[in-house]
């Protein structure tokens, strides 16, 4: 049943062309010998586990929030204490996050350790700061949006530090906080950064990361 | 480097199935049990304390602290940002062009190995620094 359903599918779409490659590629053994497998190689398929995990929480955290200074906080109050599943919704996302953190960094010295980001593994490395700094600035932007005295003022600190950086620091501080100070703008545009802009990148930048791990296979031992 | 092993799927992928699920899992169980705080609504005229960023920006946040030393004109504060965020960014952008070495073996890259750990060490020592100094 399910076979004819696949036959199907694939006569209409010719999908076994391109899936079958990827799925019948050997996996080398200093990755997975069929009894142990390296967990080290699993670190960038946890964090993009967590990505899914915060795409779907997100989507209902945001059926709720809304991004202005009056509503904000007591629309996270309500997530937190009257929709249902709500607290472990907002809980799910902010661990998964922190998680996923973990997982990137992780994922990053694994890598510099294999020398896995050496030719013709070049610009996956540095494709994969920008995941780094992308999966940071989520952070940043999340963590303002509660609008509790913890993201008021750990987002007031974190401006004037980056308003700090020579020539361009103050400029960008000015366009983080759309204008001079933190405000209803800098809530509104924190908020389409975090689920619009960020999102979209990453999952653009993961695709070519993705297909770049595909068109090279895996690094060689390391050891 | 693949003459031999298990196929990616199902074998392979199997596997990831089950580090995945104990994963998500543990996500699901450290947010059942100390779920995300929400603390007083903001207020931009009192000043909490102590405020912390979030635990991966405390390497910027201590080295911040740890660096009190003005460069001839250049103010220590304006120092600290710089090297802590601009110059260490750039350093972990250019790491494949600055190690020219195509030696993968652990044990015949001695260099990068150290220069690795004393990294990873210092953005420990810094995160710390940034917590434990007030
Ligand atoms: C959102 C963050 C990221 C995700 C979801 C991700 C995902 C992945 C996955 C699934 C692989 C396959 C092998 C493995 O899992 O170890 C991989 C390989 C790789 N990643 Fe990432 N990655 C991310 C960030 C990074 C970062 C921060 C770097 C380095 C600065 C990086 C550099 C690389 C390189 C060079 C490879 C090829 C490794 C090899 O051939 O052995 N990635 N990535």
Redesign the interface.
């Known amino acids: 049943m399910m076979k004819q359903l696949y036959e199907w599918i694939d006569k209409r779409t010719k999908l076994s062309k391109y899936w079958e490659p990827i799925a019948r590629h050997p996996v080398p053994s200093h990755v997975s010998d069929g009894v142990r497998t390296n967990p080290v190689y699993c670190l960038g398929g946890i964090a993009f586990l967590c990505f899914i995990i915060l795409v779907i929480t997100g989507m209902f955290l945001a059926m709720y929030y809304k991004p202005t200074p009056d509503e904000a906080y007591e629309s996270v109050r309500y997530i937190m204490e009257e929709v249902p599943m709500g607290a472990f919704i907002r809980s799910v996302h902010s661990w998964a996050a922190n998680m996923m953190i973990a997982a990137v960094m992780l994922h990053m010295i694994r890598v510099y350790f294999t020398g896995a980001y050496k030719p013709p593994r070049e610009l996956n490395w540095v494709i994969g700061v920008v995941l780094f700094l992308i999966t940071t600035a989520f952070g940043f932007t999340g963590y303002l949006l509660p609008w509790d005295q913890l993201a008021y003022w750990a987002t007031t600190i974190g401006i004037q530090i980056t308003s700090g950086i020579p020539v361009v620091g103050p400029y960008v501080g000015k366009l983080l906080m759309g204008g001079g100070e933190i405000g209803p703008n800098t809530l509104s545009r924190f908020y389409a950064v975090h689920t619009i802009i960020l999102p979209l990148t990453l999952a653009l930048l993961l695709g070519i990361h993705f297909l770049l791990v595909r068109i090279h296979g895996i690094s060689g031992r390391y050891l | ?12 992928l199997l ?2 199935v089950v ?2 699920f104990t ?2 899992a ?3 169980l ?3 049990i ?11 005229f ?3 304390k102590p ?7 405390l390497y ?2 201590g080295f ?1 602290k740890f660096w009190t030393w003005d460069i001839g004109p250049i103010k220590a ?2 120092m600290g ?2 090297i802590s ?2 110059f260490f ?1 750039l350093l ?2 250019l ?3 600055i ?1 020219r ?7 015949k ?1 001695p260099i ?2 150290i220069l ?1 750990v004393i990294t ?1 060490a210092a953005v420990l020592f810094f995160t710390i620094y940034g917590i434990v100094f007030e």
């Open positions: 480097m693949r003459v031999r092993g298990l196929s990616f799927f199902p074998n392979f596997r990831e580090i995945m994963t998500a543990s996500i699901f450290l947010a059942s100390f779920p995300a705080s929400l603390l007083d609504p903001a207020n931009p009192e000043t909490p405020i912390f960023p979030e635990w991966y920006f910027v946040y911040l504060k304006t940002i710089v965020m601009v960014q972990l952008i790491v494949p062009f190690d070495n195509t030696e993968v073996n652990l044990k890259r990068a190995v690795g990873i």
